[in-house]
């Protein structure tokens, strides 16, 4: 499922898991904040720290232009960007991107709890090395 040479497998792994249990149970066709209050349930159930909906601003050329939450920062280290969409598309994944950019973090997940199975997508900050 997730490869052990990449940053963070273990945790990325763990917070997948935890997604796959809550898709288990719930099935598709919730709206998002269902499966986000659902996977804050399984985060606090295996002790993964994390905060929700966490806001930072976004700068363009260091002015402060507007602010964005992604929906769930885990431990301080991985952006996890939640979907409740029939199929992932490129729009969602140059929006996880764009959200690493802000936060200034090298690793997410994109998870889509829209489709018949769990989809995601280990995301990583362009330049990053494995």
């Given at each position: 499922?997730?490869?052990?040479?990449?940053?963070?497998?273990?945790?990325?792994?763990?917070?997948?898991?935890?997604?796959?249990?809550?898709?288990r149970?719930?099935?598709?066709?919730?709206?998002?904040?269902?499966?986000?209050?659902a996977?804050?349930?399984?985060?606090?159930?295996?002790?993964?720290?994390?905060?929700?909906?966490?806001?930072?601003?976004?700068?363009?050329?260091?002015?402060?232009?507007?602010?964005?939450?992604?929906?769930?920062?885990?431990?301080?280290?991985?952006?996890?960007?939640?979907?409740?969409?029939?199929?992932?598309?490129?729009?969602?994944?140059?929006?996880?991107?764009?959200?690493?950019?802000?936060?200034?973090?090298?690793?997410?997940?994109l998870?889509?709890?829209?489709?018949r199975?769990?989809?995601?997508?280990?995301?990583?900050?362009?330049?990053?090395?494995?």
């Amino acid at each position: 499922m997730i490869k052990q040479e990449y940053p963070e497998s273990e945790l990325t792994g763990k917070i997948i898991g935890c997604a796959m249990e809550v898709h288990r149970t719930l099935g598709n066709g919730f709206q998002e904040v269902i499966y986000q209050r659902a996977l804050a349930i399984e985060f606090t159930k295996h002790r993964i720290a994390f905060s929700r909906e966490h806001e930072i601003d976004i700068f363009y050329k260091e002015h402060c232009v507007g602010r964005r939450r992604v929906d769930f920062f885990v431990e301080g280290k991985i952006m996890v960007e939640l979907k409740a969409v029939i199929q992932m598309e490129d729009v969602h994944l140059a929006q996880a991107i764009n959200y690493l950019e802000a936060y200034g973090l090298p690793i997410g997940l994109l998870i889509n709890f829209g489709n018949r199975s769990l989809q995601f997508k280990r995301v990583m900050k362009p330049g990053t090395k494995l």
